[in-house]
């Protein structure tokens, strides 16, 4: 039955919030809610937050206002890890009529219906973060080329700079049975690939018998999906064994995002990681030695209390020695109720900034030789469907971002390309293989 209330949702942060987002949507849509564009000015609008950084919580702030502006009379939830951290911080923001934290959120569908007949003004419905144990799947649709599979939630680490612990719970996945159901649901869609996401995956089976591992095997063996990439895993749980397994995978992507924070053992220790950078300099070896072609990806921190410079040159030399792709560049962030903001020895804003601008520069170096060195071998590339000034765009298994000429006929279809020079804007020229014949210059 079709609704007479519309529902627009805006996203912040990571691949796990668009995941748990799309979940709730098709909620709302099976009951008869009518989705549109957060920009029309629905109804019903629902901000689903980050809290990594401080700019995040701003940016929740100025959403609000927006969705306000949109349509005075709608109904706000806001929901997420800011959220769960913040509730009473929230409520205080002009407009917002609920909130609703980490268990909670999965039950908007319950509050919004009771506000159609209560037209409550304002309300906080969030349990404390120790009693959140449920692990809810999720995935996202929409994009038909690819997926966020939620298989993890939660994490137990508790780093001396994160606050997700206290926004998340603690760490929680199904079984790998269920878990196969939910991705056999993504199996009968056009999905073509399915990332793994979760705050801390490798430790999905925490507390079981199961491992990541073995939900690695049995998803290869899921023929409806052609790829399943491993989103960010911890160093310390990306095995030799997974590894070694992914090498010679008929579905998984060569391709590893794997969070560094720091190349300096002494500020690895302050943060409370789990690892030194020796182990770290072995998966990536590991990993290069099983697959030369292999993509790796790597979170840096600059700017963590008591990063000297010649602790911060440190991190440097160790990246550029890295056989790696490229660098995901963050400039500390004091959280509050975590170990680091009680520290004295912060790092000035500029001092940041500036090392933040120097990593992001190693890292548009590193993701060009990369490239480089990707040119005149044969790859798949799956196309988007954006169109942008008549182009389109894909990427490789090993995650190399092909440009070519749009062609709607290409639009979720894998096809084989020969890359064969970079472009100025940092995507790759290929030569796109029609058949083995007759190859079409992209």
């Not at 691949?15 to 029309?40: H, Q």
């Not at 009473?88 to 999965?106: C, D, P």
């Not at 995650?399 to 890359?419: C, F, G, H, Q, R």
Request: charged share 25%; with cysteine; proline share 2%.
């Amino acid at each position: 039955m079709k609704h007479s209330s519309t529902i627009s949702f805006y996203t912040l942060g990571c691949k796990l919030n668009f995941s748990e987002t799309s979940g709730i949507a098709r909620l709302f849509e099976e009951n008869g809610y009518a989705r549109v564009d957060f920009k029309e000015g629905a109804n019903i609008v629902v901000i689903n937050t980050c809290s990594v950084t401080e700019q995040a919580d701003k940016k929740c702030r100025q959403i609000v206002k927006q969705a306000r502006n949109l349509s005075a009379d709608s109904f706000i939830a806001v929901i997420g890890c800011y959220a769960q951290l913040k509730p009473n911080e929230i409520t205080a923001i002009e407009g917002v009529n609920i909130v609703l934290g980490a268990q909670e959120k999965f039950n908007l569908l319950e509050h919004v219906q009771a506000w159609e007949t209560e037209h409550y003004a304002n309300k906080v419905v969030a349990s404390e973060i120790k009693y959140v144990k449920d692990f809810v799947p999720s995935y996202s649709l929409g994009d038909r080329t690819r997926s966020f599979l939620k298989v993890q939630d939660g994490c137990d680490y508790f780093c001396s700079f994160c606050t997700i612990p206290l926004a998340r719970g603690r760490s929680r996945s199904n079984t790998v049975e269920e878990t196969m159901k939910t991705a056999k649901e993504l199996e009968a869609t056009q999905v073509k690939e399915v990332v793994l996401t979760g705050v801390n995956i490798g430790d999905f089976g925490k507390g079981t018998d199961e491992s990541f591992f073995d939900l690695v095997q049995e998803l290869d063996e899921l023929e409806g999906i052609d790829r399943f990439r491993i989103s960010s895993i911890e160093p310390n749980l990306l095995s030799n064994e997974i590894i070694d397994f992914v090498a010679q995978s008929k579905r998984f992507a060569q391709h590893f995002h794997i969070p560094l924070q720091s190349g300096s053992n002494e500020m690895l220790r302050a943060m409370r990681r789990r690892y030194h950078r020796e182990l770290y300099a072995d998966r990536v070896a590991r990993i290069k030695g099983q697959m030369p072609n292999a993509c790796i990806g790597v979170d840096v921190i600059v700017g963590y209390p008591g990063e000297t410079e010649e602790l911060f040159q440190e991190t440097v030399q160790f990246l550029k020695d890295l056989d790696v792709a490229y660098l995901h560049v963050f400039s500390y962030s004091e959280r509050n109720n975590t170990v680091a903001v009680r520290r004295t020895d912060t790092i000035p804003m500029e001092i940041r900034r500036k090392r933040s601008k120097f990593l992001q520069q190693l890292s548009e170096k590193k993701k060009r030789f990369f490239y480089e060195s990707q040119l005149n071998k044969e790859f798949t590339v799956l196309f988007e469907a954006q169109e942008q000034n008549g182009e389109m765009y894909g990427f490789t298994e090993n995650y190399v971002k092909i440009k070519s000429a749009y062609n709607p006929d290409w639009i979720n279809e894998l096809k084989t390309v020969i890359p064969t020079h970079v472009n100025a804007d940092g995507t790759v020229h290929a030569e796109i293989l029609v058949d083995k014949l007759a190859p079409v210059m992209a």
